[in-house]
């Protein structure tokens, strides 16, 4: 499998993890990890959590201990809920639609 998809997948699976942990599991190092989910963060699909709460949006900031206490950066895939318009846009980019030859002339 492609290590950019297994990262996704990995995320996904997880809901909340850092490089670090997703790196372990694909069996790729953390900074290669960290790139491909930034490559997901840019595509709206995820979502990069800084430590200290900086841009925690998870809901759960002061009672999980996870934003507080870690010093690593977490990120967090998008569910259905928290689609976004970009998110919508990106996929949308990528559709594609038959086309008959006719119309190519």
């Known amino acids: 499998m492609n290590p950019l998809f297994a990262v996704r997948d990995c995320l996904r699976a997880a809901g909340l993890a850092s490089a670090a942990e997703i790196a372990a599991q694909v069996q790729v190092p953390a900074d290669v990890a960290a790139d491909m ?3 997901w963060v840019r595509r709206g699909l995820a979502e990069r ?5 900086g841009t925690c949006r ?39 639609r038959p086309v008959s030859p006719a119309a190519l002339r």
Not at 49 to 53: A, K, M, N, T, V
Not at 77 to 85: E, I, K, N
């Open 49 to 53: 959590l800084d430590p200290q709460g």
């Open 58 to 96: 998870s809901g759960a900031c002061a009672r999980c201990g996870l934003c507080g206490a870690a010093t690593a950066v977490l990120y967090r895939w998008h569910t259905a809920a928290d689609a976004t318009p970009r998110a919508a846009a990106a996929r949308a980019a990528v559709m594609l």
């Open 37 to 39: 989910l930034d490559h």
